[in-house]
T-cell receptor, first 117, second 113 residues
Framework: GAVVSQHPSRVICKSGTSVKIECRSL??????MFWYRQFPKQSLMLMAT?????????EQGVEKDKFLINHASLTLSTLTVTSAHPEDSSFYIC?????????????FGSGTQLSVL | AQSVTQLDSQVPVFEEAPVELRCNYS??????LFWYVQYPNQGLQLLLK??????LVKGINGFEAEFNKSQTSFHLRKPSVHISDTAEYFC???????????FGTGTRLQVFP
């Protein structure tokens, strides 16, 4: 089946630094990628939707200047957490859509655990 | 607005026993319904989905779910679980008029020998 690779799986950084998370579709072209965030014991919350070659669409309450999303190619989207603070510590998951509606051909990465000290 | 409630955060069960993972949703519009499974260190995988038609939906690995519109539920069931079913299970809805998935908080199924 289709594979989405997310890297790194775990990152620890100091407060004030920036962290980049990569999401790659390995065997298909993803016109749309989604970024989710999950706090412990809470549901996955959609942060933003990115389409290749255009600006990402952010959900209400998500700071676009803090969470920079770049979808430069049909196989790669990146999420950069800028000037990270401890409250940004969370589990981040990407997903990539191989055409159709979001739920029809949607494949998920294995997630990135971000810990900000 | 939509919301998804998974009533049990953890479900321990012995191997070969039946299991039901509960999911209820709230929505002012019609929705499609899904169950995803996440095995350790892997991404979420689609188990099954309800789009229309028969309210009993069969998925992979012997799982099935039944859509109950009056109770706004979409409970997941398996008649006999295996150790390999140990994973996190997420219920999700997608409103007809949007392109987004809304997830529940997940249920950890732990199967003991």
């Amino acid at each position: 089946g289709a594979v989405v690779s997310q890297h790194p799986s775990r990152v620890i950084c100091k407060s004030g630094t920036s962290v980049k998370i990569e999401c790659r579709s390995l065997d298909f072209q993803a016109t749309t990628m989604f970024w989710y965030r999950q706090f412990p014991k809470q549901s996955l919350m959609l942060m933003a939707t990115s389409n290749e070659g255009s600006k990402a669409t952010y959900e209400q309450g998500v700071e676009k200047d803090k969470f920079l999303i770049n979808h430069a190619s049909l196989t790669l989207s990146t999420l950069t957490v800028t000037s990270a603070h401890p409250e940004d510590s969370s589990f981040y998951i990407c997903s990539a859509r191989a055409g159709g509606r979001a739920y029809e051909k949607l494949f998920f990465g294995s997630g990135t655990q971000l810990s900000v000290l | 607005a939509q919301s998804v409630t998974q009533l049990d955060s953890q479900v321990p069960v012995f191997e070969e026993a039946p299991v039901e993972l509960r999911c209820n949703y709230s929505s002012s519009v019609s929705v499609y319904l899904f169950w995803y499974v996440q095995y350790p260190n892997q991404g979420l995988q689609l188990l099954l989905k309800y789009l229309s038609g028969s309210t009993l939906v069969k998925g992979i690995n012997g799982f099935e779910a039944e859509f109950n519109k009056s109770q706004t539920s979409f409970h997941l069931r398996k008649p006999s679980v295996h150790i390999s079913d140990t994973a996190e299970y997420f219920c999700a809805v997608a409103p007809y008029n949007t392109d987004k998935l809304i997830f529940g908080t997940g249920t950890r199924l732990q199967v003991f020998p």
